[in-house]
């Protein structure tokens, strides 16, 4: 019969999760087209002297590599002993603290990775190396 309504008082038990799948495959592309460039950005390797350096990271803990291989922390002589428990004291502090390297540019690639490995080891994963404004 044309027009016919029935009028039902039921529950409706079942769950509709097809909103649910659209939000979920939303999320996903936009995670999958995030995680490019996140993966990018974490890849990337600047030399000593660039024209496109960004603008200066302020950090707790600032470690230098001289010619000489010689380390300095936040500005005075330092150890590899003394920098390891700055940086697991600063960590404690803080959980997003950030280690800026700034190292000669003749320095060895050996020593600078030795520095990077030696904030790591000590709980600090966030660091950048530092680098100098190449002047056009």
Same mark, same amino acid.
């Given at each position: 019969?044309?027009?016919?309504?029935?009028?039902?008082?039921?529950?409706?038990?079942?769950?509709?999760?097809?909103?649910?799948?659209d939000i979920m495959l939303v999320l996903l592309i936009i995670f999958m087209v995030t995680s490019s460039y996140i993966a990018r950005a974490s890849m990337? &390797?600047?030399l000593p002297r660039a024209a496109s350096a960004g603008e200066a @990271?302020? +950090?707790?803990?600032?470690? %230098?590599?001289?010619?000489?291989?010689?380390?300095?922390?936040?500005?005075?002589p330092a150890s590899a002993d003394?920098?390891?428990?700055?940086?697991?004291?600063?960590?404690?502090q803080n959980a997003k603290v950030q280690a800026v390297i700034a190292a000669d540019k003749g320095v060895s690639y050996g020593r &600078?990775?030795?520095?990077?490995?030696?904030?790591?080891?000590?709980? @600090?994963? +966030?660091?950048?190396?530092? %680098?100098?404004?190449?002047s056009t």
């Open positions: 019969m044309a027009g016919f309504v029935e009028d039902s008082d039921d529950v409706i038990a079942a769950i509709n999760i097809t909103p649910f799948v990337q &390797v600047e @990271v302020e +950090s707790t803990i600032n470690i %230098i590599v001289d010619k000489e291989g010689e380390l300095s922390l936040n500005g005075t003394a920098i390891a428990r700055k940086v697991r004291l600063e960590r404690r &600078v990775m030795a520095v990077i490995d030696l904030v790591k080891q000590n709980g @600090v994963t +966030s660091f950048a190396l530092d %680098i100098e404004r190449e």
